[in-house]
């Protein structure tokens, strides 16, 4: 078969004839030969991505609207084809964007928005509706009625994909019993060999989601699911969004922020375009900014007055045509200032010039004027730079070892020196990139001729000893429009961006579940003998806030066979696919998990026993691994946080196991006492001839357990409580009565069916005893409860 390239003509034209066959490709065109990419790779995960993507966006609509979600989700047979429909409760949307919500791609409201989101690209149900209507040529089915409205509206439509435009074939008002909410029928090729996924999801949603109800129906249940949202459950707290963090802005991003901004100076666009930033910060980022940009201005020691390049004598020298005493005056002062300073930079002669100028001037009514000024400038430099070898001998030596020889620092301070040798009136201004080519220059020579060696750090640490001794540069940094129309200029201002140490973003665009709901979440939908759970600090990844939350339940009726179960989130959606490829999964098969009494075979991976660890990233930006957001990319900060997250719910559990191994230990300790005693206490009986001798007083004192004792006499009713711990009991005891108690002392009294509850809690120390001491007019009966102290760790006769 003849190539396409063969058919194309020779010589002249080729490039015309190719370019007829370009052109434009539509997102929608895109998304339906690479729908894989989104979720749609199998009829079995196209189920599970499109309830996924339905549910995401009925929970984000009822959250945003302040309205607690009721979602209903059913999946019905339809001949060749399934049927999913989700409705809402949420706020329903208008006529006019509900087509473009479905019906177009990267169509939304959050993509630009730095605020916590389950979706953000404006992609996944109008993908789920592209998915449909490929497999099954149907359109998508909407139905929606906005709060307040008596009427919904009804819709019919597909996605054009060549324009990525919403294709309306039906457009009525209808009749909803509804009063508002969303309710979306997609018909496509599916299989419910995912069926364990798809309800994972669902319980997974309703984990993490514990202020929503979620009903689900499927073929083969006898009855939809029912996930009932936590009680008392607030939405959500409500994110507000942040401008742009200045560690995580790329430079693209910074040369259209310039071109966009209405501020004229680097300090005032810093402060209004980005977070965290005041006076302060932008002062400390504008000064590195002129580091980089300008450089800093090399300082030297001032020569002495009896050296021979002295100020005073170079500053009048310059002077012409001045009154001998106004020259003098000058030149002193010139002179006495310079004195006076470690080190003067260029810039700081310039000042000092400037002040005496003006001084003088005053004094004798004569004028100095910028040539004069300028000649003055140039002599007193001239004089303090005319040494320059023993000032750079200093700082080489200070930064240098003991190992290195004088004659080797001398060598490199003296080529160092002739470095700084330029035109005349050279202010000597470097940027630190610079200075660190003089001294590579002059290390590398030094080393020829002198057979020294100045390695990388010895280098680096005299790069470090000039640049500071230079002086930060008191002009002004260029506006923003010369930095914007300057990509090295504008790179100058990224890097001082990150190099200035600024505060982490604020968290209030974050709404993490938090500990405590996280707990009830598990609690709800997991019969469990131990919960805990954790949320971190906010941390940041690329200038992004960011939470992780670790929750873990153990024991009860959770499988005891197997791995532990891993539960991944996202911004509250649960993450189905690709678990070997998160980092959340990749963290926790590198804890090691016997250090937390649970099973680990070969001391990594996951570990086995009857457990459910998930864990909850919420950020302004998580950083997936595709478009699909089934995995967390492995970044270094946000792998920190979750296993930092992850051992503190960890150790929660191992101090239950551990606990729970020590109360296991006990009770066998304790049976076997039971065992053995009563043997013992016959052997007595018989031979001390005493009578029946009470066991548990003397299995208590053995087991350092708390004692509770029943005494009555005569009507009156003693119940004592002995410590044998050597920690405090706090001790809620109640004595259910059937006759009415008096002289309670304290005790609190309640009366219900004929019965009255006398309960005390008193507190008792290591080898104390407490009573309660009360009276009963007749004949009663005693039960009495205790709570607050382990049941292996109490003793109760009464």
């Not at 996605?159 to 294709?167: A, R």
């Not at 196991?657 to 206490?681: F, G, H, Y």
């Not at 009573?771 to 039960?783: C, G, I, K, Q």
Request: aromatic fraction near 6%; glycine fraction near 6%.
């Amino acid at each position: 078969m003849t190539s396409y390239q063969s058919r194309l003509g020779e010589g002249e034209g080729i490039a015309e004839e190719l370019a007829e066959s370009q052109r434009a490709i539509s997102i929608a065109e895109f998304f339906e030969k690479n729908k894989h990419m989104l979720g749609f790779d199998s009829e079995a995960r196209a189920l599970v991505t499109a309830v996924k993507e339905a549910v995401d966006n009925a929970l984000d609509a009822c959250e945003e609207a302040g309205i607690k979600p009721d979602i209903y989700v059913e999946i019905q047979e339809a001949g060749d084809y399934y049927k999913l429909i989700v409705e809402d409760n949420g706020p329903g949307i208008t006529k006019e964007q509900l087509p473009k919500i479905f019906g177009k791609l990267l169509y939304g409201s959050r993509f630009h928005a730095r605020e916590q989101n389950r979706g953000q690209q404006g992609i996944g149900i109008s993908a789920a509706v592209l998915y449909s209507q490929l497999t099954s040529g149907k359109p998508a089915k909407i139905t929606s009625r906005p709060k307040g409205q008596s009427d919904a509206q009804y819709f019919e439509l597909i996605v054009d994909t060549d324009e990525n435009e919403p294709e309306i074939s039906v457009d009525e008002t209808t009749s909803w019993e509804r009063p508002h909410g969303t309710r979306i029928e997609l018909e496509m090729e599916a299989n419910m060999r995912a069926r364990s996924s798809l309800h994972d999801y669902v319980q997974d949603t309703a984990v993490v989601n514990p202020h929503a109800r979620i009903e689900f129906d499927e073929p083969g249940l006898d009855e939809p699911l029912k996930f009932e949202r936590v009680e008392d459950a607030d939405l959500p707290e409500e994110t507000e969004e942040i401008r742009p963090h200045p560690h995580g802005v790329e430079l693209g991003t910074l040369l259209k922020m310039l071109e966009a901004t209405e501020s004229y100076s680097i300090s005032g666009f810093v402060q209004g375009e980005f977070t965290r930033v005041g006076g302060k910060t932008a002062d400390s980022i504008v000064a590195n900014f002129n580091d980089r940009h300008y450089g800093r201005g090399m300082a030297w020691t001032p020569p002495k007055a009896h050296e021979d390049a002295d100020v005073e004598t170079a500053v009048a020298d310059a002077v012409a045509n001045k009154a001998a005493d106004a020259t003098d005056d000058f030149a002193t002062a010139v002179a006495g200032a310079v004195a006076d300073a470690d080190r003067v930079a260029h810039h700081e002669i310039e000042g000092i010039v400037a002040d005496a100028a003006e001084t003088v001037e005053a004094d004798h009514d004569t004028t100095f004027g910028a040539t004069v000024r300028e000649n003055a400038v140039a002599a007193a430099w001239r004089a303090v730079t005319a040494e320059r070898s023993g000032d750079l001998y200093e700082l080489v030596d200070a930064a240098t070892t003991v190992r290195k020889d004088d004659d080797a620092v001398e060598g490199l301070a003296s080529r160092l020196a002739d470095k700084f040798d330029g035109e005349e009136g050279d202010r000597h201004r470097l940027t630190r990139d610079e200075f660190r080519a003089y001294v590579d220059r002059a290390a590398d020579m030094t080393e020829d001729h002198d057979d020294a060696t100045f390695g990388d750090t010895a280098r680096e640490n005299v790069v470090d000893e000039l640049w500071a001794a230079a002086e930060r540069v008191p002009d002004d940094p260029p506006n923003v429009s010369a930095v914007a129309d300057d990509r090295d200029t504008a790179s100058d201002l990224l890097t001082a961006m990150r190099e200035t140490d600024i505060i982490s973003p604020p968290t209030d665009c974050l709404s993490p579940i938090g500990a405590a709901l996280l707990e009830d979440g598990l609690r709800k939908e997991f019969d469990a003998d131990f919960y805990a759970a954790s949320t971190r600090d906010a941390a940041v990844h690329g200038g992004d806030p960011f939470i992780v939350e670790a929750g873990i339940a153990y024991g009860g009726e959770l499988e005891s066979e197997g791995s532990v179960e891993v539960m991944r989130f996202a911004n509250r959606v649960p993450l189905v696919y690709q678990r070997g490829a998160c980092a959340t999964t990749d963290v926790v098969k590198s804890i090691n998990w016997r250090n937390y009494n649970l099973d680990q075979p070969g001391g990594s991976g996951i570990p086995n026993g009857p457990a459910v660890v998930m864990i909850h990233v919420a950020s302004t930006n998580v950083p997936f691994t595709s478009e699909s957001k089934d995995a967390v990319a492995n970044v270094p900060e946000m792998e920190d946080e979750i296993e930092l997250a992850v051992r503190e719910a960890a150790r929660e559990l191992k101090s239950y196991l551990n606990k729970r191994r020590s109360m296991q230990q006990r009770r066998e300790k304790q049976d076997k006492l039971r065992t053995i005693l009563p043997e013992m206490a016959a052997k007595l009986e018989q031979v001390t001839e005493k009578g029946e001798l009470d066991i548990d007083d003397s299995l208590a004192r053995i087991m350092n357990n708390v004692l509770v004792e029943r005494e009555v006499e005569d009507g009156t009713v003693r119940l004592a409580v002995e410590n044998n711990d050597d920690v405090n009991a706090d001790v809620d005891l109640t004595d259910i009565v059937t006759a009415e108690p008096r002289d309670t002392n304290g005790a609190t009294v309640m009366e219900m069916d004929g019965e009255w509850f006398v309960k005390w809690s008193p507190t008792v120390e290591p080898g104390d005893r407490a009573v309660l001491e009360y009276s009963v007019s007749d004949e009663a009966e005693f039960t009495v409860s205790v709570d607050g102290v382990e049941d292996e760790k109490l003793t109760v006769d009464a």
